[in-house]
């Protein structure tokens, strides 16, 4: 046997490689981070110009986000957060920089967050953020056009986050979609489907009385039926991810969500 063939250096090589190995997977993982919560961002930017149906093809997702504003909203006041209503040092470093807010961290954070009454809790979602990051899409002469409302919502097997785009009306929808969901492919997953999504523009979320009425239903919408435009088509196979979607829309448009919100700038104007 050479002394290569020993059990030591068969060791020693084996432990080397190991080492080596680890160093270098340590260190992609440190030296892509920012990378990845870069690219993080900006498909949370493409999924919130994709709802207010503002994505170019051939444009840059940066370009086209410089005309989204983004402001953080008290969900209990429904006002904006600025520099004369923040007071602890947290709501000031998010006026600050109001892009850096991220309300999914802010929930597991207990001053930042409240734990929902399960009456109220139809999307399952047990915490939220006092502070809620939306987004106001403007036009070429710098006019709101769409407002952007991030959502979030149990569906069968996981949380489903995404945007809901509204029109300066507050009721008439611009687009759905979600960035992370973990429903299955072909079932639930077909929140995805662009054919499933084209069925929302122009849906209205709220009736003639103001109240919040939009459901998926089992199946096709009648487009005769005079309830059509507050009916979604329902996913074929997967109830229970549409009843989370019906569920979460609800909640979010509701008093617990963004409601004090909506009724602020009804009042107010956009
Ligand atoms: C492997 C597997 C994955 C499923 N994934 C989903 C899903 O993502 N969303 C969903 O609503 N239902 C899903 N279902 C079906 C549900 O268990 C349930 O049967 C369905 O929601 C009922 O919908 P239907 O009344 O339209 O058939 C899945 C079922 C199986 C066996």
């Given at each position: 046997m050479s002394s290569n063939d020993s059990t030591g250096k068969t060791l020693l090589v084996a432990a080397a490689l190991c080492v080596f190995c680890s160093i270098f997977v340590s260190y992609a993982a440190v030296a892509l981070k920012p990378e990845q919560i870069a690219n993080k961002q900006l498909d949370k930017n493409r999924s919130i110009l994709a709802a207010?149906?503002?994505?170019?093809?051939?444009?840059?997702?940066?370009?086209?986000f410089k005309r989204v504003e983004v402001k953080i909203?008290?969900?209990e006041t429904g006002e904006y957060l600025t520099e004369a209503n923040a007071t602890t040092d947290w709501e000031k470093a998010i006026v600050a920089n109001p892009a850096a807010?991220?309300?999914?961290?802010a929930v597991k954070i207990p001053a930042q967050s409240?734990?929902?009454?399960?009456?109220?809790?139809?999307?399952?979602?047990k915490r939220q953020p006092k502070y809620a990051t939306v987004y106001l899409?403007?036009?070429?002469?710098?006019?709101?056009?769409?407002?952007v409302l991030p959502v979030s919502g149990y569906g069968l097997w996981s949380t489903l986050h995404g945007f809901l785009a509204l029109k300066t009306d507050?009721?008439?929808?611009?687009g759905l979609g979600f960035y992370e969901h973990a429903e299955t492919p072909g079932l639930g997953g077909e929140v995805d489907n662009p054919k499933w999504k084209s069925v929302w523009p122009g849906k209205k979320v709220f009736n003639e009385e103001g109240k919040i009425d939009i459901q998926l239903i089992k199946g096709s919408v009648d487009p005769a039926s005079p309830k059509a435009a507050h009916q979604v088509d329902g996913l074929a196979g997967a109830t229970l991810t549409s009843r989370g979607v019906s569920n979460l829309v609800n909640y979010w448009l509701?008093?617990?969500g963004f409601g004090p919100f909506l009724a602020k700038l009804k009042e107010q104007g956009v």
């Open positions: 207010a149906g503002l994505l170019e093809p051939g444009k840059k997702i940066a370009d086209l909203v008290n969900l807010y991220d309300q999914r961290k409240v734990v929902l009454d399960p009456a109220v809790d139809i999307a399952s979602i899409a403007k036009d070429e002469q710098g006019e709101v056009e769409t407002i507050l009721t008439t929808v611009v509701g008093s617990s």
